[in-house]
């Protein structure tokens, strides 16, 4: 038994681990981790490629897409996590003063 590493072979073994990349983005930033959003934009440039080089057009959409997605969360998130927080003053009540009474 021979294994024939053809062009289709090949395209499909791509499709799967671009697509395996695409999960552990979506993982990691479910995790709450912004390398994720970063793995997902980094991620979009193999699949571009991907989809001129075996003209699998009806794939772009969906790849533009995410990586508007990407994008916008991997900046959101990235200002979330370095805003300066600013936390509310204590509040100070005025003490009674008076002179002291006799009970």
């Known amino acids: 038994m021979a294994l024939d590493f ?3 072979f090949v395209r499909q073994a791509v499709a799967i681990l671009l ?10 930033a ?8 970063l793995l997902g934009v980094l991620g979009g440039i193999p699949w571009i490629a991907f989809i001129v080089v ?3 057009w009806g794939l772009a959409p969906l790849v533009i897409g995410l990586q508007i997605i ?3 969360n991997l900046v959101r998130w990235w200002r979330e996590s370095h ?13 009674k003063v008076g002179a002291p009474t006799a009970s």
């Open 6 to 8: 053809d062009g289709d």
């Open 19 to 28: 697509s395996a990349n695409q999960l552990v983005a979506y993982w990691l």
């Open 30 to 37: 479910g995790n709450k981790n912004n390398f994720g959003w």
């Open 54 to 56: 075996w003209d699998v």
């Open 70 to 72: 990407y994008i916008r």
């Open 83 to 95: 805003s300066d927080t600013v936390l509310d003053p204590p509040v100070v009540t005025a003490a």
